[in-house]
C-alpha cells in the first residue's frame, strides 16, 4: 500500500525567508502524481503544485518549488520570501494514475507553518 | 467560475441518526471524491464517484454510501453515526476525461460534522 510520510509536525520561518517542507513516500508504482495542498483556518484545501513523476524537471509556481527526487522517494517543498498569508497547514499527498484515470488522493498528517513578522 | 460547493457548513447529529452531505463540482468536472478528515489529520479518502458510479472506494464501512446525479452533484450518506464519525467532510472534484493535463483535485470547503 501507498504512503506518505510528513516527518515535521509543526516549522517555522521568519517573513521573507526560505523554509522547505519534508516530504517522503513509499510506493511500488511508477506513474504517479504528487501533490502539496495548504490547508489555512477557512478549511479548503488550495493546490499549491503538482509534480507528475515521469517528469524528471521539478516543479515551480511563482515562490513554491519543489525538489523531487525519485529514487529516494522524497518530495520536498520550498518556499521562498515567506509571507504572512503562508501561515497554514500543508499536505504532502500521492495519486496513481490508473491507465489514464487518476487515482484517489493519499495524504501525509501535515505540517503546520508559522510565519512570523 | 464556481468552485466546489458543500453544504451544510456544519451539522450537529445525534448517535444513531442518519446524515446527508452535498456537494456541487466545479464547472466542467465530472468526477466527485469524498474524504473524511480527522482533527489533527490528513484526510482519509471514502470514496469517488464517475458516471454515476462508485469507482474506488476507500477502507470505509458500509454505513458510508453515495451518489452522484445527472449533473454531477454528489451526496455523502452516514447511517448509524457514531461518535467518530464526528470530522470534516471534504469533496473534491476533478476532471476524468480532461487526461494527464488536467490530473488534479479542487477542494472545496467542508462540512464540520459533529456527533454528540
Known amino acids: 500500500a501507498q504512503t506518505v510520510t510528513q516527518s515535521q509536525p509543526e516549522m517555522s520561518v521568519q517573513e521573507a525567508e526560505t523554509v522547505t517542507l519534508s516530504c517522503t513516500y513509499d510506493?511500488?508504482?511508477?506513474?504517479?502524481?504528487l501533490f502539496w495542498y495548504k490547508q489555512p483556518p477557512s478549511r479548503q484545501m488550495i493546490l499549491v503544485i503538482r509534480q507528475e513523476a515521469y517528469k524528471q524537471q521539478n516543479a515551480t509556481e511563482n515562490r513554491f518549488s519543489v525538489n523531487f527526487q525519485k529514487a529516494a522517494k522524497s518530495f520536498s517543498l520550498k518556499i521562498s520570501d515567506s509571507q504572512l498569508g503562508d501561515a497554514a497547514m500543508y499536505f504532502c499527498?500521492?495519486?496513481?494514475?490508473?491507465?489514464?484515470?487518476?487515482?484517489?488522493?493519499?495524504f501525509g498528517k501535515g505540517t503546520k507553518l508559522s510565519v512570523k513578522p | 467560475d464556481a468552485g466546489v460547493t458543500q453544504s451544510p457548513t456544519h451539522l450537529i447529529k445525534t448517535r444513531g441518526q442518519q446524515v446527508t452531505l452535498r456537494c456541487s463540482p466545479k464547472?466542467?468536472?465530472?468526477?466527485v471524491s469524498w474524504y473524511q478528515q480527522a482533527l489533527g489529520q490528513g484526510p482519509q479518502f471514502i470514496f469517488q464517484?464517475?458516471?454515476?458510479?462508485?469507482?474506488q472506494r476507500g477502507n470505509f464501512p458500509d454505513r458510508f454510501s453515495g451518489h452522484q446525479f445527472p449533473n454531477y452533484s454528489s451526496e455523502l450518506n452516514v447511517n448509524a453515526l457514531l461518535l467518530g464519525d464526528s470530522a470534516l467532510y471534504l469533496c473534491?472534484?476533478?476532471?476524468?476525461?480532461?487526461?494527464?493535463?488536467?490530473?488534479?483535485?479542487?477542494f472545496g470547503s467542508g462540512t464540520r460534522l459533529t456527533v454528540v
Open positions: 473534491a472534484s476533478s476532471f476524468t476525461q480532461g487526461g494527464r493535463g488536467n490530473y488534479g483535485y479542487t
Open positions: 510506493t511500488s508504482e511508477s506513474d504517479y502524481y
Open positions: 499527498a500521492y495519486a496513481m494514475n490508473y491507465g489514464g484515470s487518476q487515482g484517489n488522493l493519499i
Open positions: 464547472s466542467g468536472h465530472d468526477t
Open positions: 464517484y464517475y458516471e454515476e458510479e462508485e469507482r
